[in-house]
């Protein structure tokens, strides 16, 4: 019978039988399985000391990105954390010497849970110091007349910065 799932008590009793005398010509005509299935079975046992081998843990296609790469990315996206995929990829292309889409990276950035989020700049990034000489430069060397203010920010629909950064979730 091709394509049928044998349960451990079969295959155990199997090799039991076998290590007692039976021939793998009678196991298999009584057991009614391949006689290919009960030497892989006694070479497991052998092997392994079960008649499953241990899983294989190299499953899929191995990564694109180590664990360096990895690192280094969370390192860029603390300094920068405004940056697009695309400048991600970029990046990578361009220090890592390693030609990866852009699904790639955000799946590699999801496993690592960092989301897509809100860009907020907290108060400790203000500097005191240059917010009070630029008070002081407006305050004393620039008056209404010399301000024009022309606003073409949403000309082409998109912002002068970006809303939108990577970070740690939660």
């Known amino acids: 019978m091709v394509y049928r799932k044998i349960g451990d008590g079969i295959r155990q009793r199997t090799v039991a039988l076998l290590d007692a ?21 006694k070479k497991n046992v052998n092997d392994y000391g079960t008649v499953l081998p241990p899983p294989s843990f190299a499953r899929g296609r191995p990564r694109l990105l180590s664990g ?28 890592r010497q390693i030609n990866i889409c852009k699904s790639a990276i955000d799946a590699n950035l999801e496993e690592l849970n960092i989301t897509y989020k809100i860009l907020r700049r907290n108060a400790i ?25 022309i606003d073409e920010s949403s000309k082409d629909n998109r912002t002068i910065y970006r809303h939108y950064g990577r970070a740690p979730a939660g």
């Open 21 to 41: 005398g039976w021939t793998p010509d009678e196991l298999s005509i009584i057991m009614d399985v391949n006689i290919r299935s009960v030497y892989r079975w």
């Open 68 to 95: 360096e790469d990895l690192n280094e990315i969370l390192l860029l996206l603390e300094r920068l954390p405004q940056l697009y995929l695309r400048e991600i990829r970029e990046w990578i292309a361009m220090h």
């Open 125 to 149: 990034q203000r500097d005191e110091e240059q917010r009070a000489i630029f008070a002081d430069i407006v305050q004393n060397q620039i008056h209404a007349g010399m301000c024009v203010c």
